[in-house]
């Protein structure tokens, strides 16, 4: 059997759990579409009992009657709104941290969607639930109850009111039609657009200082324009068909009051005179729901548009099922020929590597740049995954490994290090529970204490957005003081004293022999020899393959014979 056949969408599923508010809320619009038809009905009344009698009681009744109804329309259209915004923060509530994350794991497999368009789409999905047109929607039932009731007036009316609904039907198809292509692909542009907006700004000192803001603009204004034109030719097309919408609601109301009239000349109208007026009325109320969805069917394109995407995202990375909680680790690392890339790609960067180490010892990778020394780094942290083999920690899988839980046991410091917008005791401290002993430990052992102490807010100063107060060796010396946070057994490091000066390079591996000293295994690429000092093992890459891996020693002495060799052999 086909596995995407028995899948069911997991946000169809979330919708599912709101269908008692649906009903509520369509029910309220049921009561509200009637009672809406009362102030016709006192017109008529007033008309037929009131003129005739002369009566001021039947006035005050009816006229109190009447505004009773007011009351009760506008307490239910009250509540039906407020029952859907309750399901739109239903819905937030049951998928904003599934959302969340999964914009994250997109982002690390390289999957479209990782990027905060993702919870754009959820806001939208959300705002469109007590939007006007999913209101309207909820009354077209009303609207067949509207056509019985013309009919059982006179059959000739019935089918007007048909026809003039059919009619209305087409033009909100040929709406969709016509308007969902530019207004879909605009979507997709305005988003192309932010993405290039933010990437530029994250990119700002580079642009400035090599003058690359004029043509950085010109690129990011071709991208609005084509935004701006896909809009414009979406909103002529919807203006153009709200209009004609209108006009046939107009149309159709006249041509009922008019056929009406006929029919009461012929002595076929059922009621009397009154009747004419009330099927008028109830021809424009048909159509009203379906001219409310038309003009505003750039809503239902935009809420159709985000749960396109929002539910591939969710059938691409699909909800991990709740393992078995697994005892912390103790750094047995094993890496069994892996072979990796980037993730959705086939291209192999790294080809048949296969090592061992033990817990407390210390792993030195090194190799030229481009050998896959950062790919490695992204393999042995599970955040990317092998094309085939496997990375142990402890024995387990790393990559499927609940990271929640593994996370605080592990410390990890990219090439690029990232800090987040926050204070440097947020940032050591990864923003959960600061304990501020163990935040001061790890700025010491990295020799930032001091610089702290110094600052006017010491550790509550802010490091600003992506650490841009900071210098680069500041940044580097942050992010690795948050590596070994809580002492962890087990640590990467992917060139962590690429900015750092001799002071730092000595302090980075005064850290790094404590810890050994403590059990912490780590792995290390680096292209600075003075890590070496503290490794008990080394990897050699080359062309993302296994060179030379071994006890350190074994290793450089190795290397040494073979460049000893190579001028012999030339």
């Known amino acids: 059997m086909n596995p995407q056949s028995t899948h069911v969408s997991e946000l169809r599923e979330a919708f599912e759990r709101l269908r008692p508010l649906f009903v509520r809320a369509t029910l309220f619009s049921l009561i509200t579409s009637l009672l809406i038809l009362m102030p016709s009905i006192y017109m008529l009344e007033v008309y037929d009992r009131v003129v005739n009698s002369q009566s001021h009681t039947t006035l005050a009744m009816l006229t109190a009657l009447v505004i009773g109804a007011f009351i009760v329309m506008e307490i239910l259209d009250w509540a039906r709104t407020t029952v859907m915004h309750q399901a739109g923060q239903m819905l937030d509530e049951s998928l904003r941290e599934r959302l969340f994350n999964l914009s994250f794991q997109a982002g690390l497999r390289k999957i479209p969607g990782g990027t905060p368009q993702t919870m754009n789409d959820l806001r939208t ?316 430990g790890a700025a010491r052992a990295v020799g930032l204490h001091e610089l702290i102490t110094e600052l006017p807010d010491g550790y509550n100063s802010s490091v600003g957005r992506d650490g841009a107060i900071l210098s680069g060796g500041q940044r580097q010396r942050i992010g690795l003081a948050r590596a070994i946070y809580g002492d962890p057994v087990y640590v990467v490091l992917d060139e962590p004293n690429a900015s750092l000066d001799d002071q730092g390079d000595t302090a980075l591996a005064d850290t790094i022999r404590q810890m050994k000293a403590n059990g912490t295994t780590f792995v290390v690429m680096t292209h600075r020899t003075s890590i070496l000092a503290v490794a008990d093992k080394m990897l050699v890459l080359r062309d993302g393959q296994t060179q030379a891996f071994g006890p350190r020693d074994d290793v450089l002495a190795d290397l040494s014979k073979a460049q000893q060799r190579t001028p012999a052999t030339t």
């Open 125 to 440: 999905l959300r705002e469109f639930l007590s939007s006007p047109p999913l209101l309207a929607m909820m009354e077209l039932p009303v609207a067949l109850l509207f056509i019985v009731m013309v009919f059982a007036m006179n059959a000739w009316l019935g089918w007007a009111a048909v026809v003039g609904a059919l009619v209305q039907t087409a033009i909100a198809w040929l709406n969709e039609k016509k308007t969902r292509p530019p207004l879909t692909t605009a979507n997709m542009a305005a988003v192309s657009a932010q993405q290039y907006a933010d990437g530029a700004l994250r990119n700002a000192q580079v642009i400035e200082s090599m003058g690359m803001l004029k043509n950085i603009h010109g690129h990011w204004m071709q991208r609005q324009r084509a935004v701006m034109s896909l809009q414009a030719r979406a909103s002529d097309l919807a203006g153009g068909f709200g209009a004609v919408s209108k006009f046939w609601q107009l149309v159709v109301s006249s041509a009922l009051l008019g056929l009406g009239c006929f029919v009461l000349l012929h002595g076929e109208l059922s009621g009397g005179a009154g009747m004419m007026i009330v099927a008028s009325i109830l021809g424009g109320r048909v159509l009203a729901p379906l001219v409310q969805i038309v003009g505003q069917w750039q809503l239902v394109v935009n809420a159709q548009t985000a749960w396109k995407r929002l539910d591939e995202l969710l059938t691409k990375i699909p909800a991990s099922p709740p393992g078995m909680p697994l005892p912390p680790p103790k750094g047995m690392l094993s890496v069994e020929n892996l072979v990796a890339g980037p993730p959705n790609s086939n291209n192999q960067i790294l080809r048949g590597v296969a090592f061992r180490i033990n817990p407390g010892e210390v792993l030195a990778v090194v190799g030229p740049s481009a050998c896959g020394k950062t790919t490695l780094a992204r393999l042995l942290t599970g955040l990317w995954p092998a094309l085939a083999g496997k990375v142990r920690l402890d024995g387990v899988d790393i990559f499927s490994w609940n990271k929640a839980e593994l996370g605080p046991h592990i410390g990890y410091l990219p090439q690029g290090v990232q800090l987040f917008e926050g204070t440097i005791a947020e940032n050591i401290a990864r923003f959960g529970d600061i304990n501020m002993r163990l935040v001061e």
